[in-house]
């Protein structure tokens, strides 16, 4: 089983449509865990960190669910831009060492 | 969130020769980490580059073939040598921010190809 699973995708949605990906991870030692957003031949850049009572940044809200070992991020009123690659990242306690998944990818459509 | 600059931004390599990659950081950072994301996967962790001291190498990664330099607090290096097409990848250079969250950033990665 893989550290941190996300399923690959694509995602084809409709502009303004609601949209939400899980991640799962195997560790349940983890302590951190991340979205992050990887755009065409770009490099990774911080979404927003997922906290224990979930947390939400505009049309964005991360969960995360210790007892199944889960994360979640929705993304509401999609938007063109949002299309990219979704890379679900979880950390050790105590540890440098960051798990990437490979990443769900998004394609918002006209 | 720090600044990091990577150079080259990408290079066509020939076969066997080996390259080296600079990244360096806006503000003094103790850990610097070196990534590579192959062609449709996702990043996987090189080396862990502390200043003064040897890298960290994880599985799979060696030092004859990935060495690393840390002089400083704010600047490391990544080689790769003797390079063949498997090694053509996104190279990334990432800092840790302890302040809010141990979150990582990225330099905007060297794309490597091996002809």
């Known amino acids: 089983r893989k550290e941190v699973e996300q399923d690959p995708g694509p995602f084809n949605v409709p502009e303004g449509a609601t949209v939400a990906f899980n991640c799962t991870y195997s560790?349940?030692?983890?302590?951190?865990f991340f979205w992050y957003r990887q755009d065409c031949r770009k490099e990774p850049k911080l979404l927003m960190s997922v906290y224990s009572s979930g947390n939400e940044d505009g049309r964005f809200t991360a969960q995360l669910n210790r007892a199944s070992q889960y994360i979640s991020l929705l993304i509401r009123d999609s938007k063109l831009s949002d299309s990219a690659t979704y890379l679900c990242?979880?950390?050790?306690?105590?540890?440098?060492?960051?798990?990437f998944g490979t990443g769900t990818r998004l394609k918002v459509l006209a | 969130s720090a600044v990091i600059s990577q150079k080259p931004s990408r290079d066509i390599c020939q076969r066997g020769t080996s390259l080296t990659i600079q990244c360096q950081v806006d503000s003094q950072v103790t850990m610097m980490f070196w990534y590579r994301q192959q062609p449709g996967q996702s990043l996987t962790l090189i080396a862990t580059?502390?200043?003064?001291?040897?890298?960290?190498?994880e599985s799979g990664f060696v030092i004859d073939k990935f060495p690393i330099s840390r002089p400083n607090l704010t600047f490391s290096t990544l080689t790769v040598s003797n390079m063949s097409p498997e090694d053509s990848s996104i190279y990334l250079c990432?800092?840790?921010?302890?302040?809010?969250?141990?979150?990582?950033?990225f330099g905007e990665g060297s794309w490597l190809t091996v002809v």
């Open positions: 990432s800092v840790e921010n302890l302040e809010g969250g141990n979150t990582i950033y």
């Open positions: 580059a502390n200043q003064g001291s040897e890298a960290t190498y």
């Open positions: 560790n349940s030692a983890s302590q951190s």
């Open positions: 990242v979880v950390g050790g306690s105590g540890t440098y060492k960051y798990i």
